[in-house]
């Protein structure tokens, strides 16, 4: 490939996008290439050959458009190409654009956002600017004021949960403040269960003792009883021996026998 006079100057004029440059670059490129690169069919195979596309070894503008610098391309891109293609139409329809300073992308969001009433002149330019100036400053305000509803929400929101903080803090205390009474009762009720628990051993070892006692006195009452028992069979032998003496003393034999020995 063969490097040429008038890619190394549309090299130089593409870093110029931002100041403008970019519409020398498509004036170059169309003089040089007229009847290639404005044409709406393809170019023919000669006319290509004959321009410093051909020239420089290349069978397209495309090719050479991607072909890098060292190679006598331009190492650029060929989406970059269509929007500046795009956007360089729309300025020869409309020259008014040139005195703007645009960039192809600013020039093809304008017609996008214009499609299909793209502004005419420079009236209806900074007519269409104005619009979109005070769309955005209502979207602006808009989004303020919404903004602003938002923070005064979150605001409302910030109090409510700090009370609700405030109300779950003091309920907090509340429950430290009865866990720590219920803790001193527990500790209350367990010194008062061992207390318990002593005198119910000491109760236990006094019924025990006191059931010893028992016993014993049952021992000496059945003893008594026992006793008791014997002296009454004992009472009642005596009566009966009595109780005949007298019959007998009272008999008639008895008398008798008295009777006859006087």
């Known amino acids: 490939m063969a490097k040429t006079e ?8 593409l870093g ?3 100041a403008g440059g970019w519409l020398y670059f498509m004036h170059y490129a169309h003089r040089q290439l007229h009847g290639i690169i404005d044409s709406r069919g393809k170019a023919s195979a000669e006319r290509i050959r004959e321009s410093f596309i051909g ?6 503008w495309f090719e050479m458009i991607e072909a890098p610098i060292s190679e006598g391309g331009l190492g650029w891109n060929i989406s970059k190409w269509k929007q500046w293609q795009r956007a360089f139409r729309l300025v020869r329809s409309n020259p008014y654009l040139e005195q703007l300073d645009l960039t192809p992308s600013q020039i093809n969001t304008l017609y ?12 209806g330019y900074e007519a269409h600017q104005a619009s979109k100036a005070a769309r955005l400053a209502e979207r602006q305000a808009n989004s303020l004021k919404l903004s602003n509803e938002r923070i005064h929400e979150l605001a409302k929101a910030g109090r409510e949960k700090d009370q609700a903080i405030a109300t779950l803090r003091a309920e907090m205390e509340n429950i430290k403040t009865a866990l720590a009474s219920a803790e001193a009762k527990a500790v209350d009720l367990t010194k008062s269960i061992t207390e318990l628990t002593s005198e119910k051993a000491v109760l236990t070892t006094k019924n025990q003792s006191h059931l010893a006692e028992i016993d014993s006195l049952k021992q000496e009452i059945e003893k008594l009883r026992e006793k008791a028992d014997k002296f009454a069979l004992c009472q009642i032998t005596k009566d009966s021996l009595q109780k005949r003496i007298d019959s007998y003393n009272n008999s008639s034999a008895w008398k008798k026998l008295i009777t006859s020995e006087i």
């Open 6 to 13: 008038q890619a190394h100057e549309m090299v130089r004029m």
């Open 55 to 60: 020239r420089a070894g290349f069978s397209g």
């Open 112 to 123: 996008n956002e214009t499609k299909p009433e793209f502004p005419t002149d420079l009236a």
């Open 16 to 18: 110029t996008e931002s």
